[in-house]
């Protein structure tokens, strides 16, 4: 009864100050995670901080505002107890499963790089050894995602060459059916090759980003053979991050 009361309280005061506005439910879920890292209880935490997982791709604005505020409510990390708190949020955010829709997976990849960057903040992420790991995972899945030597596809004209060979300035003219549903199939295709293009820039920046931001952490942390071996193999490295890694910048 007592616990059902202070989380009732904790969510009022959550509502008072506007924490989330995103549904009495997310709020509830918001004071109660605040509950927990005031208490420290971290088994709690874990099993609240799940509750974000069906946001990722239902609303992935808020499961990273989410991911911000409670990443914010553990600061400063005091504790131990804090900052395995920490070190399970980001490793969470790190194991979502791609979207299948191409567009919402670039959403999610320009939020999840930003928010990846902001947990670099923290020197209990940058010297952790375990969240390096699940960072090098993490780009070795970005890095299969991505096409070598990838060029754009899409263009500003689709269709240019079917109005060109009718010998007409607009789709609007086009007088044979075989034409106009050739020009719709042309600027469907563009479509989809315009969501590919962005996908790939968007794989691109993470890929780069959050390279150079794994080489330099574990630059300089203390590193043994297995620890080299499991980021160079989950991260893809080449000979040369590898040797970037090694040898410091």
């Known amino acids: 009864m007592k616990t059902l009361i202070k989380k009732i309280l904790l969510f009022v005061l959550a509502l008072s100050f506007?924490?989330?506005?995103?549904?009495?439910?997310?709020?509830?879920?918001?004071?109660s995670i605040m509950?927990?890292?005031?208490?420290?209880?971290?088994p709690e935490f874990i099993s609240l901080i799940s509750g974000f997982g069906d946001l990722y791709t239902n609303n992935?604005?808020?499961?990273f505002e989410n991911i911000r505020q409670t990443s914010s409510?553990?600061?400063?990390?005091?504790?131990d107890c804090s900052m395995v708190m920490l070190e399970k949020l980001f490793q969470m955010m790190l194991n979502n499963k791609n979207p299948n829709d191409m567009s919402l997976a670039t959403h999610c990849l320009d939020l999840e790089r930003d928010a990846i960057l902001g947990f670099f903040n923290f020197e209990p992420i940058r010297t952790n050894s375990e969240c390096m790991i699940a960072l090098a995972k993490y780009i070795g899945k970005i890095r299969c995602l991505r096409i070598p030597n990838y060029e754009n596809v899409a263009t500003g004209s689709p269709g240019h060459d079917i109005l060109e060979k009718a010998g007409v300035m607009s789709p609007l003219n086009l007088k044979s059916p075989e034409q106009v549903s050739a020009y719709a199939n042309a600027v469907q295709m563009n479509k989809i090759h315009l969501m590919q293009d962005r996908y790939q820039l968007a794989l691109f920046e993470s890929d780069k980003c959050l390279s150079f931001q794994l080489l330099h952490s574990c630059s300089k942390l203390s590193k043994n053979d297995s620890f080299v071996h499991e980021i160079e193999t989950d991260a893809q490295l080449s000979a040369q991050e590898k040797s970037r890694m090694l040898k410091g910048f």
């Open 18 to 31: 506007g924490i989330c506005s995103s549904g009495a439910e997310n709020v509830f879920l918001r004071a």
């Open 35 to 42: 509950g927990c890292v005031a208490s420290n209880n971290v």
């Open 60 to 63: 992935p604005g808020v499961y």
């Open 73 to 79: 409510d553990l600061r400063p990390v005091t504790n």
